[in-house]
């Protein structure tokens, strides 16, 4: 994963100059496209710590940016950026981000090389029973469902022992009984209490805020304050013209 060179003008990426109880903080974040089009001004934000995040808004606030940003794939022109431990980003279509042609050859990639062959498949085999995908390790990807795939992505990011999950709108392609299957297990992971997992939702869905932990609003490339999830969603719901269940 790529990172930032500290300076005035890049992000600085510091693990370990981070409480431990404190996942991400950002400070002031600003970043534009080439062509100018500002997509984050003044990016302020503190994950609490392990638990369901959620950051609500619609097309073009700034959502998918600042998950690249924090992902390392994006570079800040201004401000800080500080991370705990390792991060993962699971993308919106994992047809996007799975390269192999088995589910245990995917979930390798993740795993150390330099460790012993029998304690990576035992990592393969336990990061598949996480997510439900218990045997499947020859399982050729292809053969697998929309939610099985995204499933796997998630399983690849647990496999690389990351403790910060980058969700970007991770149920916008799959079925009702599939988004119901991710929400429940990325709810799940974040409630054990060892290995603590922090994870980052991107989401246009206001159903979706009822069951995270905290959930803030971002519109123009900033972020509002954390509030409990029920309460934004039915501000939003009543004041800010809604499609469904999803932001206009």
Known sequence: MASGQASALTVEQQPGQVPAAV???????????????????????????AGLWMLVGRNG???????RLIAGLLTAQSGALRRSGRCALVFQNPDHQLLLPSCGSELLLAIDPQLAEAERRQRVDAALDLV???????????????????????????????????????TALLD???QAEVL?????????????????????????????????????????AWQPGCDLAGQLSAHRGCSGAALA
């Open 184 to 224: 429940t297990l990325i709810r799940r992971l974040t409630q054990r209490p060892e290995p603590a997992l922090s994870a980052l939702w991107i989401t246009h869905r206001l159903d979706e805020l009822r069951h995270c932990d905290g959930a803030a609003l971002m519109q123009d490339g900033r972020i509002g």
């Open 23 to 49: 996942a991400l903080e950002l400070e002031d974040i600003h970043y534009a496209w080439p062509g100018g089009a500002a997509a984050l001004r003044g990016c302020t934000l503190r994950l609490p710590g």
């Open 61 to 67: 606030s700034g959502k998918s940016s600042l998950l």
């Open 132 to 170: 439900g995908l218990t045997g499947l390790a020859e399982r050729p990807i292809h053969g697998l469902s929309g939610g099985q795939k995204q499933r796997l992505s998630i399983a690849a990011a647990l496999a690389s022992e990351a403790s910060l999950l980058l969700l970007d709108e991770p």
């Open 176 to 178: 009702p009984d599939s």
